[in-house]
T-cell receptor
Framework: SQTIHQWPATLVQPVGSPLSLECTVE??????LYWYRQAAGRGLQLLFY??????ISSEVPQNLSASRPQDRQFILSSKKLLLSDSGFYLC????????????FGNGTRLTVT | GQQLNQSPQSMFIQEGEDVSMNCTSS?????WLWYKQDPGEGPVLLIA?????ELTSNGRLTAQFGITRKDSFLNISASIPSDVGIYFC???????????????FGKGTKLSVKP
């Protein structure tokens, strides 16, 4: 069966520091991968999605970037964090882009101080 | 653009009561998905609906794909304390060319259950 792993579970970082969140999927090949941000326990906002290695689509302009160095690995990064980057970050995967349901990881709670 | 409106925003119910929530849109959807999110965790898929009029159950949960394709309903029967969480509806955005894009989510219905 397929599983998705996200880490770390929680992170506290100072303003201006770099960020790297990692997500990996097991048990499937060529998954579609997604990064979402959730503020205040509501509202899932799509940040990035990837339909293949090295292919990244950005949904909203922001201080973050994403990379997909391997088929089942998706990384969310920032060179310099802002206070407004605080939130709950969720990685997800799907079999077919925009057709099949998303399956989410357990999220990373990021607090920028 | 397409939006999903969920109601109610929150519900406070007694254990054992039935729950009903819905999701509406001004545009049609070809797929409706219902997720539940427990505090501090990622959303988990509860039910997926792919056909107008479809009625699907998952244990005490029942969801329906509205016949107009612009709405969906989720019902929970005989609620228990572990039903607490936020329930999201979602569906793939349909662009002007008619092809499906990324999933969009409603803002969620927060359910609280009193024992």
């Amino acid at each position: 069966s397929q599983t998705i792993h996200q880490w770390p579970a929680t992170l506290v970082q100072p303003v201006g520091s770099p960020l790297s969140l990692e997500c990996t999927v097991e048990g499937t090949s060529n998954p579609n991968l997604y990064w979402y941000r959730q503020a205040a326990g509501r509202g899932l906002q799509l940040l990035f999605y990837s339909v293949g290695i090295g292919q990244i689509s950005s949904e909203v302009p922001q201080n973050l970037s994403a990379s997909r160095p391997q088929d089942r690995q998706f990384i969310l990064s920032s060179k310099k964090l802002l206070l407004s980057d605080s939130g709950f970050y969720l990685c997800a995967w799907s079999v077919y882009h925009s057709i099949s349901p998303l399956h989410f990881g357990n999220g990373t709670r990021l607090t920028v101080t | 653009g397409q939006q999903l409106n969920q109601s109610p925003q929150s519900m406070f119910i007694q254990e054992g009561e039935d729950v009903s929530m819905n999701c509406t849109s001004s545009s049609i959807f070809n797929t409706w998905l219902w997720y539940k999110q427990d505090p501090g965790e990622g959303p988990v898929l509860l039910i997926a609906l792919y056909k107008a009029g479809e009625l699907t159950s998952n244990g005490r949960l029942t969801a329906q794909f509205g016949i107009t394709r612009k709405d969906s309903f989720l019902n929970i029967s005989a609620s228990i304390p572990s039903d607490v969480g936020i329930y999201f509806c979602a569906g793939p955005f349909i662009n002007y060319g008619g092809s499906q894009g990324n999933l969009i989510f409603g803002k969620g219905t927060k359910l609280s259950v009193k024992p």
